[in-house]
């Protein structure tokens, strides 16, 4: 299928590794125009490479930190007028909510609520004028089904989320689409860094608690980053112009409610 993208500009949130990276990956295939942006150069540059031996869009990088003004600033300099923007930003650190100050609430907020926002607001007006525009947001399962250790998520993601539904109604007139997608647990870098911190607190070996983690997912597996990425490709495309305020988990089948 001939996603109706070839040629389009999507500037791409932590698109250097795990999910924002497999999402830049689909998108390149289609032909787009990809700026990813990431506080790491190196992988990074490396993520680049690998993108540009696909030969079909253009790949620029931006080294910024998307969650401060000035990281900002930076990536819209190089990408001003985005069709697609993927919003995305690391979750912050689980724990009990006893022990989190008002400084990590408000970090929590700022990467994954006030940052996706800040970057809609400057990109969606342009979007509306040019009569195409798709924004996906990153965010988590735990929106749908909230965990208990992942307070700081549960509670930014869902007002992002709460934010979304309510702005999104007012642009698909524009045929500008703002939707989210929930990853459950995919095959990255950060998913496999929180097992071997859940061994090391319980005093297991890394491919025993690894494992168990897959036992509540229906599918047996945890999931293919490149499988987010073409979903996300998907919701960008010229036939998703009819889908807005939806919120997409893939998850394998772990979440066990009707809707």
Not at 140 to 167: C, Y
Not at 179 to 206: C, H, I, W, Y
């Amino acid at each position: 299928m001939d996603l109706g993208l070839h040629g389009k500009t999507a500037l791409v949130c932590a698109g250097s590794k795990g999910l924002g990276r497999a999402c830049a990956f689909s998108l390149v295939r289609e032909g787009v125009n990809v700026v990813i942006v990431a506080r790491g150069a190196q992988a990074l540059e490396s993520t680049a490479a690998e993108l540009r031996q696909l030969g079909s869009g253009r790949v620029e990088v931006v080294v910024a930190d998307i969650t401060t003004p000035e990281g900002r600033e930076r990536a819209l300099q190089h990408c001003p007028q985005p069709d697609v923007l993927i919003n995305n930003a690391g979750g912050p650190p689980a724990g009990d909510f006893r022990d989190f100050s008002a400084d990590t609430w408000q970090a929590a907020l700022n990467a994954n609520m006030l940052t996706p926002i800040e970057m809609i607001k400057v990109v969606l007006d342009g979007m509306m004028e040019r009569r195409f525009g798709r924004i996906i947001n990153i965010t988590s399962s735990a929106v749908k089904a909230p965990i208990d250790i992942l307070a700081l998520s549960n509670g930014a993601r869902s007002g992002l989320t709460g934010f979304v539904a309510g702005l999104s109604r007012k642009t698909i007139g524009k045929n500008v689409t703002i939707n989210n997608l929930l990853p459950g647990l995919f095959e990255t870098d950060t998913m496999r860094s929180r097992s071997v911190s859940m061994a090391q607190a319980a005093g297991k070996d890394f491919d025993e608690v690894h494992q168990q983690r897959l036992l509540p997912i229906p599918a047996g597996r945890f999931g293919d980053p490149s499988e987010f990425g073409d979903a996300c490709a998907y919701l960008c495309s010229a036939q998703a112009g009819y889908i807005t305020g939806m919120n997409f988990l893939i998850d394998g089948g772990a979440y066990p409610g009707t809707f």
